[in-house]
């Protein structure tokens, strides 16, 4: 794993702004994998200022979003489609038949997954994946276990990580979905370069599990490591704990 540390959590979402825009310029028909939660919301919005100055075109690029919550409605204001259309679709000229979204409202979540995988075949696979970290080490939604699911799946969320998105539904931990939809473990390693951002105190620990810790599905983001082309952006304080050699 390649771990870059910036001094700050705004030189991290410069950082992200600028792996996103240079593989934007490289190829705009890139297809890139987004993440939701709050650390990758900074670099969103550089993002979207890079493209307001005409340094970002998003008009030939695919999106596939990690995860979303079962149960909702994508137009609901707690999914996470409205979130990444308030911090970036919003601000940018991506097509919206280019935009792919888990939809957590069918009636057959599984045929869903199925239909996600396929498109993300269809489109060529993921070129560039965006990864946050949850404190217990989950990403996507690929919450820590005895195995975990390869492909895309339904999930029940634990009860740390609906308190961790209790801020989307007004605070009321009773209306967070139980349920999601998530890329799998294969899913996210198919995607020819990743890169993982994780700011402040609360993510040193898994962090450090995820880099200098054994290969365990206790620590989803811990897999990463046997992906050739991994970065991880961090600033000093989620670094923290990390065995620099
Ligand atoms: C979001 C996602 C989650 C978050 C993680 C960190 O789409 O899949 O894995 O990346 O929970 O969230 P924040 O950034 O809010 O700490």
Redesign the pocket.
């Known amino acids: 794993m390649k771990v870059t540390v910036l001094s700050t959590s705004d030189a991290v979402a410069s950082a992200l702004a600028e792996r996103v825009a240079s593989t934007l310029r490289a190829g705009p028909h890139a297809v890139l994998g987004?993440?939701?939660?709050?650390?990758?919301?900074d670099g969103y919005a550089e993002m979207q200022r890079l493209h307001a100055s005409g340094q970002m075109d998003w008009s030939r690029a695919s999106t596939f979003?990690?995860?979303e919550f079962a149960g909702i409605h994508g137009r609901h204001p707690g999914s996470?489609r409205t979130f990444m259309e308030d911090h970036l679709f919003g601000g940018v000229n991506l097509r919206p038949e280019r935009i792919h979204f888990l939809d957590g409202a069918v009636t057959d979540l599984d045929e869903e997954c199925e239909r996600y995988e396929g498109a993300i075949a269809a489109a060529g696979g993921i070129d560039l994946q965006i990864?946050?970290?949850?404190?217990n080490g989950?990403?996507?939604?690929?919450e820590p276990g005895d195995d975990l699911p390869v492909r895309t799946h339904r999930v029940t969320l634990m009860e740390s990580?609906r308190r961790?998105?209790a801020a989307l539904f007004g605070h009321e931990l009773s209306k967070v979905p139980r349920e999601a939809l998530?890329m799998g473990i294969g899913t996210i390693l198919h995607a020819r370069r990743i890169v993982l951002?994780?700011t402040g105190g609360?993510?040193a620990e898994c962090i450090r599990q995820s880099v200098n810790g054994r290969i365990t599905t206790r620590v989803p983001a811990s897999l990463l490591q046997v992906h050739p082309e991994v970065e991880l952006l961090l600033d000093e304080e989620a670094a923290s704990l990390i065995r620099r050699t």
């Open positions: 987004l993440a939701s939660g709050r650390t990758p919301v979003n990690l995860d996470f990864l946050g970290i949850g404190s989950h990403i996507g939604f690929n990580t961790d998105n998530s951002v994780a609360k993510k």
